[in-house]
């Protein structure tokens, strides 16, 4: 009974035929739109944006105002964890996202805790709370967060980096050090997602941005197995409902056989594979999330449309399993009517490709 | 007659024994090396540095007289091509390459056309034929270049990007535009390390660096494509000599085996796939260049050396056809001990290697 309106989303996590291929976009509601802009303007910076649950429940309903997507995702940033960790988040013009307290010490680490995310990130609860209020029953609402491995690079480095100096330093030197950090992050995330959940997320993603900058083997050790450790403790129901997890690894593209078997539900994939080719490798293990080049969105409405439609049809003709989206989040330079052609021609050619194969279409 | 007396590297790019296996890094001429900031000094910047034959061999054979590596690079930059092409080159600080003239007008797309090197790139050619003669017929030298893609990357967005939004809307908007930038580049730059096997180049290297910013069908058609047809109009002799090309594709680790079919005799492969597993993917039809984290030489050298060791091990037991070699360029931040380190340990972690294996030895 909890179930939305339209859970065509949903369904297609769970590898159950859907009429269409659901789609929404990571980082939907952001600055490519100007109502996005002017909440952000009122609000006064973007730490408050995220930590005000009305205006993040605004701007996390601005996409869906202007476009048919298929899910909600809560407006909130990965480095929220880190801040109630104690590492003094604050955004510098141009540089993006740093830390005023980076986790470099021993006694630092081994101080670490993970935060209660009912006290030290009720802000981010009482938004999933107020969206889902707010989207009443419409489409499902995804909640987030970062990978332990992404969530230490910036606590590690103390911002963005190029070189990841800090942490690879730390990995390959005092492995221990950086196993504690990512333990303890990893319990932080389990708490802060299975808060979500009960607060009224109905699909969870992890955001494994940078563990596309590890070798192989250090991908398995530092970055995949704790991910593997949060998907094994979340709460799979709510309501009653399955709540289904995706796990996105940036650059994943060689390990999604390992990905597959992680617990989760289904993966995202970058643009730079064939998903077809994603999906034979991974068989049904679990559905696919993705994954149009988000440079596609600088061309032409019609050009967008020709390119969505190659994904579709690389995906193949029982499109059962499959949820469309860029293959990392839309930039901000995105002219606002390209979304507009790429959601039509997700839903109009999906549509389309379920006649061809009939036996694919939803049966209820 | 020509042969460097240590010719390990030009024997194993081919496929023959090697008594250990070699090893040289990408940018091992570089700001690590407290020698080479102070050429650079003198040089008064990084751009005169480049244009000075003189300057340029200096810093090339820094790391040699350190370093028991077994090759030489020319000291260069790939942005030399677009910068001779009339665009305009100049260095910021913190900021890196620009170009006064970005190409994003047709009319100045249509006006391009491919520079004579021994005209416009005169002193690159000059740098090769004096580093060469400095080097004694000790170790080879590597000439090289960027990729077509990787330098239309530079070319239209004016310098480095984090979105490449303006080639990526060119790409899908008018793909007629970029594959005349694309074709006329590749000219150049076939010319252009011609003109270096002609001045004493014994290998050359081309450098994708942006390649794996691409889907997998773009790929093949922006980059790919003309890195083949360089390739294949390469000088594969001099002096009666075979000189080897390399084609090293940064995050091309989905894509080897389209690679190993374009014609070179190398792959450089970066760290995030397993060594072993990219050489089972690419069988015997082409050597492997890599590939350990640059990250890996932030941590202790004894760390560095097991590091290495590993990727020795997974390469295998009849270590014919590797070159070892990091995944990228040497970071800025590395110290120089590290390097020492490496070398030391890949000669000997491979010699014994050898030792376990003796048909794969050098007989004679």
Redesign the interface.
């Known amino acids: 009974m909890t179930r939305p309106s339209n859970d065509s989303f949903l369904r297609a996590l769970l590898r159950q035929p859907t009429e269409h291929t659901p789609i929404w976009l990571m980082r939907q509601a952001g600055r490519y739109l100007p109502e996005y802009c002017e909440t952000r303007r009122r609000a006064g910076s973007f730490l408050q944006l995220c930590k005000s649950p009305t205006l993040a429940c605004e701007v996390t309903l601005q996409p869906l105002a202007r476009y048919d997507l298929d899910a909600a995702i809560l407006f909130s940033d990965i480095l929220t964890v880190p801040d109630a960790m104690g590492l003094g988040l604050y955004f510098t013009e141009g540089e993006g996202p740093r830390f005023e307290r980076p986790l470099r010490e021993e006694w630092a680490i081994r101080g670490l805790s993970a935060p209660d995310p009912w006290d030290h990130l009720r802000y981010v609860v009482d938004a999933v709370s107020e969206i889902r209020r707010a989207l009443n029953q419409s489409v499902p609402l995804i909640g987030f967060a970062g990978s332990p491995y992404t969530l230490a690079c910036y606590m590690i480095e103390g911002g963005a980096s190029s070189?990841?100096?800090h942490i690879?330093?730390m990995?390959?030197?005092r492995p221990d050090l950086l196993h504690r950090i990512l333990a303890v992050t990893a319990d932080a995330v389990t708490a802060y997602l299975n808060a979500q959940i009960e607060a009224g997320a109905q699909a969870v993603m992890i955001f494994d941005s940078w563990g596309?900058s590890?070798?192989?083997?250090?991908?398995q050790e530092f970055s995949l197995a704790y991910t593997q450790r949060i998907v094994g403790n979340l709460h799979t129901e709510s309501d009653g409902e399955r709540v289904p997890s995706i796990v996105f690894t940036k650059?994943g593209?060689?390990w999604l056989e390992s990905i597959a078997d992680c617990g989760c539900d289904a993966i995202g994939v970058d643009?730079?594979?064939?998903i077809g080719?994603a999906r034979r490798r991974v068989g049904d293990r679990v559905a696919l999330q993705g994954n149009l080049?988000?440079?596609?969105l600088?061309?032409?409405p019609e050009?967008v449309a020709a390119?969505a439609c190659?994904v579709l049809d690389s995906y193949g003709e029982t499109p059962t399993g499959h949820i469309f989206n860029l293959?990392h989040g839309i930039?901000q330079?995105t002219p606002p009517e390209s979304v507009q052609a790429l959601v039509d021609a997700v839903h109009r050619h999906s549509r389309w490709l379920r006649k061809k194969t009939p036996e694919t279409s939803i049966r209820s």
């Open positions: 070189d990841y100096r690879k330093a990995l390959y030197n596309g590890l070798s192989a083997a250090a991908y650059g593209g060689l643009w730079t594979i064939d080719e080049d988000p440079g596609v600088f061309a032409s050009r390119e190659k293959g930039s330079f």
